[in-house]
């Protein structure tokens, strides 16, 4: 082999070499690379998780507010239209005893118009 033909394939190798280890270089940088956004891809999803947690808390926390506030206006209405109905009811009872015969007269006259209405059909 002559000294150019020694030179050439001196070169060839070179070239083979260099050109493995770029190989070798890039893929131990896309290795590299995966695995970092592996990494940042594993803390956003825990992140993510954890936020999203505190979010349901919040809005568990706001229904049972909303809840309790609907539960407390609910009972006292209830306990205030159990008093306007004990109160209606003495003011009947009371009129009922001070003027029986009118009171049958008008419990008469509301059976027969209800008996009337749920009788036509």
């Known amino acids: 082999m002559n000294t150019q033909d020694r030179q050439i394939s001196d070169k060839l190798e070179s070239s083979q070499a260099h050109a493995k280890k770029a190989l070798e270089t890039t893929a131990a940088a896309a290795r590299e690379l ?71 007269g008008i419990a008469f006259g509301v059976g027969l118009v209800l008996g009337v209405i749920l009788n036509r059909k």
């Open 34 to 104: 995966a695995g970092t956004a592996r990494s940042v891809a594993q803390s956003a999803f825990r992140d993510s998780k954890d936020e999203l947690s505190a979010a349901a808390r919040d809005i568990g926390d706001v229904a049972y507010a909303k809840y309790s506030s609907l539960a407390e206006q609910t009972s006292n209405m209830t306990q205030q239209y159990r008093e306007k109905a004990c109160e209606l009811e003495q003011e009947v009872t009371g009129y009922v005893r001070e003027n029986p015969i009118q009171s049958l």
